[in-house]
């Protein structure tokens, strides 16, 4: 049963404000961050981070951080198993990974509204806060407040006007208050970012399975950073296989014992009928729908759940690095 608490109800934070340095770093740095910024007609700035520009790893991790809103650090290090891991923090992960990070902000046009192709995205970011459009919002009993915001979406193509418009309107801005920050998950920024979610994926798992996100106090998270791919399926199958078989997550939390134990039982993503097969595969076997994919699969491979009122610890799930060996490496 979901906790009836509001997580965020007594929250005086703002996501959009309090990220608007990192935004202005992106965007000054642009040429050293192999970025290419414009105005579209309409006003709005738009950030291509691996569209017709390069991006790269660099781009990614602070793309990531601002998905956070800025309350999440997120950086590279060494690993064994695999040369590369993303690493994330936050001492807020319900404020940066729900209300800000997690991709929840559906924005479609149809053939008839674009004058050609249609279009889909699912928008993450602090702007997601500003509109509020998603139930997870009256969940957490808050939303932000600011002349300004970001968004960003997972595209290979800039967003028909149509859809900036609807951006606009629904987060109450003018368009020289909105950034838009494009990432195909096919380029190494796109890669970079997704995986940087591994936090965000065991905190909404953590909401799936009705723990109180009030007492979710900390978090930290790693997963192994793959090369991008430049098959989009492939590239999707990348990430999620990197936070679904190389993730580790460590939250703190308050309350009982019990709902802490429970909770690193359950979250792991070995409890998913499909688990062992690449995502790409299991994908491609659910005809590209994700709603027809068991989803006790999106989640880490593995969790430690720490309760600081008591100072027990739980461990649940395992890394499943041979088998990412097995998917990504190519023998020299």
């Not at 014992?257 to 070995?270: E, G, Q, V």
Request: glycine share 10%; proline share 5%.
């Amino acid at each position: 049963m979901t906790d009836p608490r509001p997580a965020l109800a007594d929250c005086r934070l703002g996501l959009n404000d309090h990220v608007a340095p990192w935004v202005e770093r992106l965007c000054a740095e642009a040429e050293a961050l192999r970025l290419r910024v414009e105005r579209d007609a309409s006003g709005a700035r738009i950030v291509d981070a691996g569209i017709e520009a390069a991006g790269g790893i660099a781009a990614g991790l602070l793309v990531a951080e601002i998905c956070m809103g800025g309350f999440g650090r997120v950086g590279l290090r060494g690993g064994e198993g695999w040369p590369t891991w993303i690493e994330v923090q936050s001492s807020a992960p319900v404020l940066a990974c729900l209300a800000s990070q997690y991709a929840g902000w559906s924005l479609a046009a149809s053939k008839e509204e674009t004058g050609g192709k249609k279009f889909f995205a699912l928008g993450s970011g602090p702007a997601r806060a500003l509109a509020a459009k998603e139930t997870l919002f009256g969940e957490l009993g808050w939303r932000d407040r600011a002349g300004r915001g970001v968004l960003v979406l997972e595209v290979d193509r800039v967003p028909p006007p149509v859809v900036v418009a609807k951006v606009l309107r629904d987060c109450g801005l003018a368009p020289e208050g909105l950034t838009l920050v494009l990432t195909p998950t096919r380029s190494a920024a796109g890669t970079t970012q997704v995986v940087a979610r591994v936090l965000e994926v065991a905190l909404h798992k953590a909401h799936e399975l009705g723990f109180a996100l009030a007492d979710i106090v900390d978090g930290s998270a790693s997963a192994p950073l793959p090369a991008p791919c430049p098959d989009g399926v492939e590239a999707m199958g990348r990430t999620n296989d990197a936070i679904l078989y190389g993730g580790r997550v460590h939250l703190s939390v308050r309350g009982s014992d019990d709902a802490a134990r429970d909770l690193a039982r359950r979250l792991p993503s070995r409890n998913a009928s499909a688990f062992g097969k690449s995502f790409a595969e299991i994908f491609r076997a659910a005809e590209f729908d994700f709603y027809k994919i068991d989803p006790a699969l999106f989640a880490p491979a593995e969790v430690w759940v720490s309760n600081i009122e008591t100072g027990s610890t739980w461990h649940g799930g395992a890394l499943e690095l041979d088998l990412l060996r097995r998917l990504w490496q190519q023998e020299a």
